[in-house]
């Protein structure tokens, strides 16, 4: 019975790690960089128990890079939002295909919605750093639990240190009893044993070192967490793609419909398409081949 279970949870594990590469494939260097690989660098900081300098510098170096991304978020979805806004005083196509106006839609509101949950975050994230520039030298060189408690969870066997007030209780300190623990419906299940000397990829689905656990220390990836902090990048990259087909449907009508006017530019605007995107993918490619961004 154990054997089934484990191998049912390896299958789940594959299959979500491949859906997962799936859904982030349009932003996959954004979703990996900025905050896969970092949230698992720090998970396997706080697993491997290492001093709370080196934990807080990883942490701030994460947030720091977190608002590189929001605000150009902010800045791509808004100019984006401006160009889908300008797409709807076109004249309109007699025989363009509904795909065309439903996407430029979805690209719209997609765009929207990034921008407002970019804002919100990086609210959050300057919000976290203020107050720490604020507080003491004891607090920027340690850790709040509210900081691990954003990616990742942290459990200790045992007796953990008591929190300085009694209101922090469960969030605010930084390791839990299990006890405690047991209600929280955030909890990610893992496996146990061996991978925890292992930097995790991608395409380690059945070995990935996602939920460190031993005697003392256990951490799980908090994956709800994962999802909302890539989900800004997440809406304006399929925003993007939304708005692409909207405007490839609307120039590329004459080239299947009874009206031949604009086939000659239709055939430019793929042209440029295929070379933009290309060089897009190659640079893409090549940028990251010779830079290790892989710390947080």
Same mark, same amino acid.
């Given at each position: 019975?154990?054997?089934?279970?484990?191998?049912?949870?390896?299958? &789940?594990?594959?299959?979500?790690?491949?859906?997962?590469?799936?859904?982030?494939? $349009?932003?996959?260097?954004?979703?990996?960089?900025?905050?896969?690989?970092?949230?698992?660098? #720090? &998970?396997?900081?706080?697993?491997?128990?290492?001093?709370? /300098?080196?934990?807080?510098?990883?942490?701030?170096? @994460?947030?720091?890079?977190?608002?590189?991304?929001?605000?150009?978020?902010?800045?791509?979805?808004?100019?984006?939002?401006?160009?889908?806004?300008?797409?709807?005083?076109?004249?309109?196509?007699? +025989?363009?295909?509904? /795909?065309? *106006?439903? &996407?430029?839609?979805?690209?719209?509101?997609?765009?929207?919605?990034? #921008?407002?949950?970019?804002?919100?975050?990086?609210?959050?994230?300057?919000?976290?750093?203020?107050?720490?520039?604020?507080?003491?030298?004891?607090?920027?060189?340690? $850790?709040?639990?509210?900081?691990? &408690?954003?990616?990742?969870?942290?459990?200790?066997?045992?007796? *953990?240190?008591? $929190? *300085?007030?009694?209101?922090?209780?469960?969030?605010?300190?930084?390791?839990?009893?299990?006890?405690?623990?047991?209600?929280?419906?955030?909890?990610?299940?893992?496996?146990?044993?061996?991978?925890?000397?292992?930097?995790?990829?991608?395409?380690?689905?059945?070995?990935?070192?996602?939920?460190?656990?031993?005697?003392?220390?256990?951490?799980?990836?908090?994956?709800?967490?994962?999802?909302? @902090?890539?989900? *800004?990048?997440?809406?304006?990259?399929?925003?993007? #793609?939304? +708005?692409?087909?909207?405007?490839? /449907?609307?120039?590329?009508?004459?080239?299947?419909?009874?009206?031949?006017?604009?086939?000659?530019?239709?055939?430019?605007?793929?042209?440029?398409?295929?070379?933009?995107?290309?060089? +897009?993918?190659?640079?893409?490619?090549?940028?990251?081949?010779?830079?290790?961004?892989?710390? $947080?």
């Amino acid at each position: 019975m154990t054997g089934i279970r484990s191998a049912l949870r390896k299958a &789940a594990s594959s299959s979500g790690y491949t859906l997962m590469n799936l859904i982030t494939l $349009p932003y996959y260097r954004f979703f990996r960089q900025n905050t896969l690989l970092p949230i698992f660098a #720090i &998970a396997k900081a706080a697993r491997l128990q290492k001093n709370n /300098v080196e934990l807080a510098t990883m942490l701030s170096s @994460w947030r720091d890079r977190k608002l590189h991304e929001l605000y150009f978020v902010q800045v791509a979805g808004t100019l984006l939002s401006a160009a889908v806004i300008g797409c709807f005083s076109w004249e309109a196509r007699d +025989f363009e295909h509904w /795909v065309g *106006p439903a &996407a430029r839609y979805c690209s719209l509101v997609l765009s929207l919605f990034a #921008i407002l949950l970019s804002a919100s975050q990086s609210f959050i994230f300057t919000t976290l750093a203020q107050r720490r520039s604020r507080s003491n030298q004891y607090l920027e060189l340690h $850790p709040s639990t509210c900081d691990i &408690a954003m990616i990742c969870r942290v459990i200790r066997n045992g007796h *953990p240190p008591s $929190p *300085p007030k009694a209101s922090a209780r469960v969030r605010g300190s930084f390791f839990l009893n299990e006890s405690e623990s047991e209600a929280d419906d955030d909890r990610e299940k893992g496996e146990k044993g061996g991978n925890e000397g292992k930097q995790p990829g991608l395409g380690e689905s059945s070995s990935l070192a996602a939920n460190h656990t031993s005697q003392d220390v256990k951490v799980y990836i908090r994956w709800n967490m994962v999802f909302t @902090w890539q989900a *800004p990048m997440m809406l304006l990259a399929y925003s993007v #793609i939304a +708005f692409l087909i909207g405007l490839t /449907v609307y120039v590329c009508t004459p080239m299947y419909s009874e009206d031949l006017r604009g086939q000659e530019a239709a055939i430019f605007y793929l042209a440029s398409l295929g070379v933009g995107g290309l060089c +897009f993918i190659w640079c893409s490619f090549w940028a990251y081949i010779f830079v290790d961004l892989d710390e $947080p």
